[in-house]
Nanobody, 113 residues
Framework: QVQPVESGGGLVQAGGSLRLSCTAS????????VAWYRQAPGKQREMVAR???????FYPDSVKGRFTISRGNAENTVYLQMNNLKPEDTGVYYC???????WGRGTQVTVSS
């Protein structure tokens, strides 16, 4: 089965930006809704952005206005643009294909104060 691969994580100061990428072979991402989740140490995994197969998006209040999920022109990549990052955004960020329920392995994001 095709597993998505996340990239783009790193260390950034508060107020900075990062763009994460979720990539999968073929056009499977085009056929799936895709969601980004994050998991901070000692906390449950939480969704931070979702793009439905029809193109609509959803964000929880904690990231609304700061995070943007989008599909790449190549259709095998979904991005998560994260602006005005805060220390509480620190965690491992995972990409999940909704219909197939397949997770990537995650990428670490650390925001320093």
């Amino acid at each position: 089965q095709v597993q998505p691969v996340e990239s783009g994580g790193g260390l950034v100061q508060a107020g900075g930006s990062l763009r994460l990428s979720c990539t999968a072979s073929g056009s499977i991402l085009k056929l799936n809704g895709v969601a980004w989740y994050r998991q901070a140490p000692g906390k449950q995994r939480e969704m931070v952005a979702r793009v439905f197969s029809g193109g609509n998006t959803f964000y929880p209040d904690s990231v609304k206005g700061r995070f943007t999920i989008s599909r790449g022109n190549a259709e095998n990549t979904v991005y998560l643009q994260m602006n005005n990052l805060k220390p509480e955004d620190t965690g491992v960020y995972y990409c999940k294909m909704i219909e197939t329920q397949i997770w990537g392995r995650g990428t670490q994001v650390t925001v320093s104060s």
